[in-house]
């Protein structure tokens, strides 16, 4: 059974830092394309960080950002704890939202899904809230 789990959402003031975690199990976490979406009520899920499988097959652990994250977030993942990382840092208010971590398997000879649809993933957590106060 495939399970994600987030942690590590709270409420921290602007400027603040959260390291979110995505556990995972039920399936092979290092040989599948890890992201993280994130949604607030009202609009659809957005793509903020996405990262390659870690062998230098699969992509050697790529990482990518949505402009919005870019230079404040940081993607990684541990495959030996099978869990997916999100760090954040110098949080504003248009940071606060639910966050999710997806899981997608690298296809062969394919890249991994992109963060411009949610529906590329099929696997999702719950979701953590990060809230961010001015």
């Known amino acids: 059974q495939v399970r994600l789990m987030e942690s590590g959402g709270g409420s921290v003031q602007a400027g603040g830092s959260l390291k979110l975690s995505c556990s995972t199990s039920g399936f092979p976490f290092a040989g599948y394309c890890m992201a993280w979406f994130r949604q607030v009520p009202g609009k659809e899920r957005v793509g903020i960080a996405r990262?390659?499988?870690?062998?230098?097959?699969?992509?050697?652990?790529?990482?990518f950002y949505a402009h919005s994250v870019e230079g404040r977030f940081t993607i990684s993942r541990d495959d030996a704890e099978n869990t997916l990382y999100l760090d954040l840092n110098n949080l504003n208010p248009g940071d606060t939202a639910m966050y999710y971590c997806?899981?997608?398997?690298?296809?062969?000879?394919?890249?991994?899904?992109?963060?411009?649809?949610?529906?590329?993933?099929?696997?999702w957590g719950q979701g953590t809230q990060v809230t961010v106060s001015s």
């Open positions: 990262i390659y499988p870690s062998s230098e097959f699969s992509g050697s652990g790529k990482t």
């Open positions: 997806a899981a997608e398997a690298k296809p062969l000879n394919f890249a991994c899904p992109g963060l411009e649809r949610a529906d590329d993933y099929s696997d």
